[in-house]
């Protein structure tokens, strides 16, 4: 891709406001459900009010009426054409925009089918570029058919060993071969959910919910005297686990349901979903880097899952679901996948280097200096009994020294390998020709020690996470990586 | 420029000089510092008056005062000190921070745009703001004290370097 000047390639898509009066609007209208899938979710609460007994209904009927007609209108009004090499949305309901897309930003192009676009049988298509906070552009209503369509024109790549085959005549529309990558089995998918990051969040529902309906819970567990009995204490904690599970594996189904990952060799394809289904599409070029995520509940079974980095994937719960390429395997698997994936055999046997042991010494004075704390809280708040806290002396050494077991770099060929965390450790594998930039990072307490952290900066999703790093390098070492990885080779 | 080999680059890169920011910028820090030290010393006092604190009255204020002038004639000094940039054969090359040091390097190739910002605070002193982008999330660098020619320039100068492939 080659940009015309510095300042013309971004931002990646194009706004524009039409005038009102403008030139007619041309293009190919949604499909007519977006009408009913608009209404979907203004007409769902009314039905519930409905159902829950309150009949106002002329001021019911005059919603209802408002937001059809609403939708009448902004369906209208709405148009989107393939115009060269770029996509033309133009909507608004009183002020009109103009989006154009080209093809060569888009990084990732996914399909969703949510119940309201199940009920009329159209399809959601979504388009992700870089930059911005949310999904550039959204066709919500599509038949099936078209949608297909579209996505394979959106993502028309032409890799260079297809490229003959066009040539040779072979219709574009002519189906690669797909090959599955990764599959999840039903107890695959119940063993996620078991030992997933859900089960905290739900745990913290629970917990809150408890809080509130504490009595109400009481009221359904008569004989527990909840005031005071340790027994009933415990019960209910052994009830807000199960339900956390529960919760936590309803979930997991629901999200992953017929989980599959196949590859045509230009094209990643993740499908899932059981009531929401979903189809994402990202081209393997547009993959910036991947991650081996275990977490402590997986670690002993040697348990992995696997999400991507692809650049301008807006945040949140629903981009973090779709950055799974593998939401559980075996770590073999997971290290076979991130091979395919990134074209590089031989990843599964680098072996990390750990970082220098005053790294540990870092951690460990980390930790002492943390029960140190605690315990003089302790004393002053409990008097003698606060030198109980010591007792937390040994799971904070026992952490900080998995934190350090837990840090790691290597290097491959082209490829860099970052491995971090404690609680979900990390091991990222990124191509140096992905690489952004590089920022070394040094606090004084690092200077101290002459370590220093680097940051592998390259164009993500807004994560939670962050860039990739090598935490508590050697100093020197860190500056030599400064100056060669971005070097042009 | 594929002609040069990678040890001329290196030794190109090793000569740049490292640039210090104008020194204007400290004036800007110290306004800056001087508008957000004010108003907790004026609620400390007020507390300190109004309400009172285990302490005799006017210590807490005096304490307060002397720690944020400090803070506030301080911090901007070492930040200016410590600021450097740079402009490598192939790359930006930047360090700042005085309790946390980054230095960071963004290859031209990579940069998607170049801005410069100039605020109220900045026209004030004459200065302006550099502000350089990649596709990696948020802003990749940030050269805030520049005299507002210069910064013109140096936009100028890394928007006129010849593209690379910048694909993502």
């Given at each position: 891709?080659?940009?015309?000047?510095?300042?013309s390639?971004?931002p990646?898509?194009?706004?524009t406001?039409?005038?009102s009066?403008?030139?007619?609007?041309?293009g190919?209208?949604?499909?007519?459900?977006?009408?009913?899938?608009?209404?979907?979710?203004?007409?769902?609460?009314?039905?519930?009010i409905?159902?829950?007994?309150?009949?106002?209904?002329?001021?019911?009927?005059?919603?209802?009426?408002?937001?059809?007609?609403?939708?009448?209108?902004?369906?209208?009004r709405?148009?989107?054409?393939?115009?060269?090499?770029?996509?033309?949305i133009?909507?608004?309901?009183?002020?009109?925009?103009?989006?154009?897309?080209?093809?060569?930003?888009?990084?990732?192009?996914?399909?969703v089918?949510?119940?309201?676009?199940?009920?009329?049988?159209?399809?959601?298509?979504?388009?992700e570029?870089?930059?911005?906070?949310?999904?550039?552009?959204?066709?919500e209503?599509?038949h099936?058919?078209?949608?297909?369509?579209?996505?394979?024109?959106?993502?028309?790549?032409?890799?260079?060993?297809?490229?003959?085959?066009?040539?040779?005549?072979?219709?574009?529309?002519?189906?690669?071969?797909?090959?599955?990558?990764?599959?999840?089995?039903l107890?695959?998918?119940?063993?996620?959910g078991?030992?997933?990051?859900?089960?905290?969040?739900?745990?913290?529902?629970?917990?809150?919910?408890?809080?509130?309906?504490?009595?109400?819970?009481?009221?359904?567990l008569?004989?527990?005297?909840?005031?005071g009995?340790?027994?009933?204490?415990?019960?209910?904690?052994a009830?807000v686990?199960?339900?956390a599970?529960?919760?936590?594996?309803?979930a997991t189904?629901?999200?992953?349901?017929?989980?599959?990952?196949?590859s045509?060799?230009?094209?990643?394809?993740?499908?899932?979903?059981?009531?929401?289904?979903?189809?994402?599409t990202?081209?393997?070029?547009r993959?910036?880097?991947?991650?081996?995520?275990?977490?402590?509940?997986?670690?002993?079974?040697?348990?992995?899952?696997?999400t991507?980095?692809?650049?301008?994937r807006?945040?949140?719960?629903e981009?973090?679901?779709?950055?799974?390429?593998?939401?559980?395997?075996?770590?073999?698997?997971a290290l076979?996948?991130?091979?395919?994936?990134?074209g590089?055999?031989?990843?599964?046997?680098?072996?990390?280097?750990?970082?220098?042991?005053?790294?540990?010494?870092?951690?460990l004075?980390r930790?002492?200096?943390?029960?140190?704390a605690?315990?003089?809280?302790?004393?002053?708040?409990?008097?003698w009994?606060?030198?109980?806290?010591?007792?937390?002396?040994?799971?904070?050494?026992?952490?900080?020294?998995?934190?350090?077991?837990?840090?790691?770099?290597?290097?491959?060929?082209?490829?860099l390998?970052?491995?971090?965390?404690?609680?979900?450790?990390?091991?990222?594998?990124?191509?140096?020709?992905r690489?952004?930039?590089?920022?070394?990072?040094?606090?004084?307490?690092?200077?101290?020690?002459r370590?220093?952290?680097?940051?592998?900066?390259?164009?993500r999703?807004r994560?939670?996470r962050?860039?990739?790093?090598?935490?508590?390098?050697?100093?020197?070492?860190?500056?030599?990586?400064?100056?060669?990885?971005?070097?042009?080779? | 420029?594929?002609?040069?080999?990678?040890?001329?680059?290196?030794?190109?890169?090793?000569?740049?000089p490292?640039?210090?920011?104008?020194?204007?910028?400290?004036?800007?820090?110290?306004?800056t510092?001087?508008?957000?030290?004010?108003p907790?010393?004026?609620?400390?006092?007020?507390?300190?008056?109004?309400?009172?604190?285990?302490?005799?009255?006017?210590?807490?204020?005096?304490?307060?005062?002397?720690?944020?002038?400090?803070?506030?004639?301080?911090?901007?000094?070492?930040?200016?000190?410590?600021?450097?940039?740079?402009?490598r054969?192939?790359?930006?090359?930047?360090?700042?921070g005085?309790?946390?040091?980054?230095?960071?390097?963004?290859?031209?190739?990579?940069?998607?745009?170049?801005?410069?910002?100039q605020?109220?605070?900045?026209?004030?002193f004459?200065?302006?703001?550099?502000v350089?982008?990649?596709?990696?999330?948020?802003?990749?660098?940030h050269?805030?004290?520049?005299?507002?020619?210069a910064?013109?320039?140096l936009?100028?100068?890394?928007?006129?370097?010849e593209?690379?492939?910048?694909g993502v």
């Amino acid at each position: 891709m080659r940009q015309s000047g510095s300042a013309s390639g971004w931002p990646t898509s194009r706004t524009t406001t039409l005038a009102s009066d403008g030139p007619q609007p041309s293009g190919e209208r949604l499909h007519p459900a977006a009408i009913g899938v608009w209404a979907f979710n203004t007409l769902g609460p009314l039905v519930v009010i409905l159902v829950a007994g309150r009949r106002d209904s002329p001021v019911i009927a005059a919603a209802a009426g408002i937001s059809i007609l609403v939708g009448v209108v902004r369906w209208l009004r709405f148009r989107w054409r393939v115009d060269g090499q770029a996509i033309v949305i133009e909507s608004g309901l009183l002020q009109r925009q103009r989006r154009v897309i080209p093809f060569d930003r888009i990084q990732a192009v996914e399909s969703v089918r949510k119940l309201r676009h199940r009920v009329f049988g159209v399809v959601e298509l979504r388009i992700e570029t870089v930059g911005g906070a949310s999904t550039e552009g959204k066709l919500e209503a599509l038949h099936p058919r078209d949608a297909e369509r579209l996505r394979r024109l959106l993502l028309r790549e032409t890799p260079a060993t297809s490229l003959e085959s066009q040539q040779a005549g072979e219709p574009v529309a002519a189906q690669p071969e797909q090959v599955v990558l990764a599959r999840l089995s039903l107890d695959r998918l119940v063993i996620a959910g078991l030992t997933g990051g859900r089960v905290g969040v739900a745990a913290a529902i629970f917990g809150v919910g408890q809080d509130f309906f504490g009595d109400r819970i009481g009221d359904l567990l008569p004989r527990i005297d909840l005031s005071g009995d340790l027994r009933g204490f415990f019960a209910l904690a052994a009830l807000v686990l199960a339900g956390a599970f529960l919760l936590s594996i309803a979930a997991t189904l629901l999200t992953y349901w017929n989980f599959t990952l196949t590859s045509d060799g230009v094209a990643l394809r993740v499908r899932r979903g059981l009531l929401e289904q979903r189809a994402d599409t990202i081209p393997l070029r547009r993959v910036q880097a991947l991650h081996v995520d275990e977490n402590l509940l997986r670690r002993p079974f040697r348990l992995a899952a696997v999400t991507v980095e692809v650049a301008g994937r807006s945040g949140g719960e629903e981009a973090q679901q779709s950055g799974y390429l593998l939401p559980l395997g075996t770590r073999a698997q997971a290290l076979r996948l991130v091979e395919q994936v990134l074209g590089h055999d031989g990843l599964a046997e680098v072996r990390l280097t750990p970082m220098p042991s005053r790294a540990r010494d870092r951690r460990l004075l980390r930790a002492a200096g943390l029960v140190a704390a605690a315990t003089a809280v302790g004393l002053v708040v409990q008097g003698w009994a606060g030198l109980l806290a010591l007792l937390l002396a040994a799971p904070a050494v026992a952490l900080a020294l998995a934190a350090y077991r837990c840090l790691g770099h290597g290097r491959s060929g082209d490829m860099l390998v970052a491995r971090a965390g404690v609680v979900v450790r990390r091991t990222s594998f990124v191509p140096r020709d992905r690489l952004q930039s590089l920022a070394l990072r040094q606090s004084v307490f690092q200077q101290r020690r002459r370590l220093a952290s680097l940051a592998l900066q390259i164009a993500r999703g807004r994560g939670a996470r962050g860039d990739p790093r090598f935490i508590d390098l050697d100093e020197r070492h860190a500056s030599g990586l400064l100056e060669t990885l971005t070097a042009p080779s | 420029m594929p002609d040069r080999t990678y040890a001329t680059r290196m030794e190109e890169s090793a000569a740049a000089p490292l640039l210090p920011l104008d020194p204007g910028v400290r004036r800007l820090w110290w306004t800056t510092a001087a508008l957000t030290a004010l108003p907790i010393i004026v609620a400390v006092l007020l507390v300190d008056v109004f309400i009172g604190v285990p302490l005799p009255t006017g210590v807490l204020p005096v304490v307060v005062t002397i720690a944020a002038v400090a803070v506030a004639w301080g911090l901007p000094v070492l930040r200016f000190k410590r600021w450097r940039y740079a402009l490598r054969a192939d790359d930006l090359w930047l360090r700042r921070g005085v309790l946390w040091t980054t230095t960071s390097v963004i290859p031209y190739a990579r940069l998607q745009f170049v801005d410069t910002k100039q605020g109220p605070l900045d026209r004030l002193f004459g200065l302006a703001q550099l502000v350089v982008y990649t596709a990696a999330v948020g802003t990749s660098g940030h050269l805030p004290g520049l005299r507002a020619d210069a910064a013109e320039r140096l936009r100028e100068r890394l928007a006129d370097i010849e593209d690379d492939d910048v694909g993502v």
